[in-house]
Nanobody
């Protein structure tokens, strides 16, 4: 019954930066593994970044070195910082949570999904 409030999506130019936020309701945020997925009509859903309940992070090769995921358990919030943005980063970005890190990594049977926030990178 968790609720996700995502924000930060915008229209930006190549090379710009953005910060996406996902505020999660509930009392057990710190027990969940969190991730950001992205999806376009042309591409299958992709896990962009994940952060475990123990603050272990993983990134897709396509964004490694450009994106940073972090969490603030005191604020029940997970962030995704996007930098050196490219047109191919254009997508709907979804916040997700799962008790199982491997399930989150595989994108299977995700416990909770946000509604998404859209990022457009274009000149």
């Amino acid at each position: 019954q968790k609720q996700f409030v995502e924000s930060g999506g915008a229209l930006v130019q190549p090379g710009d930066s953005l910060r996406l936020s996902c505020v999660v309701s509930g009392r057990t945020f710190n027990a969940y593994n969190m991730g950001w997925f992205r999806q376009t009509p042309e591409k299958q859903r992709e896990l962009v970044a994940a952060i475990s309940s123990a603050n272990i992070t993983r990134y897709a090769d396509s964004v490694k070195g450009r994106f940073t995921i972090s969490r603030d358990n005191a604020k029940n919030t997970v962030y995704l910082e996007l930098s050196i943005l490219k047109p191919e980063d254009t997508a709907d970005y979804y916040c997700a949570a799962d008790r199982s890190y491997i399930q989150l990594f595989l994108g299977r049977n995700i416990d909770y999904w946000g509604k998404g926030t859209h990022v457009t990178v274009s000149s």
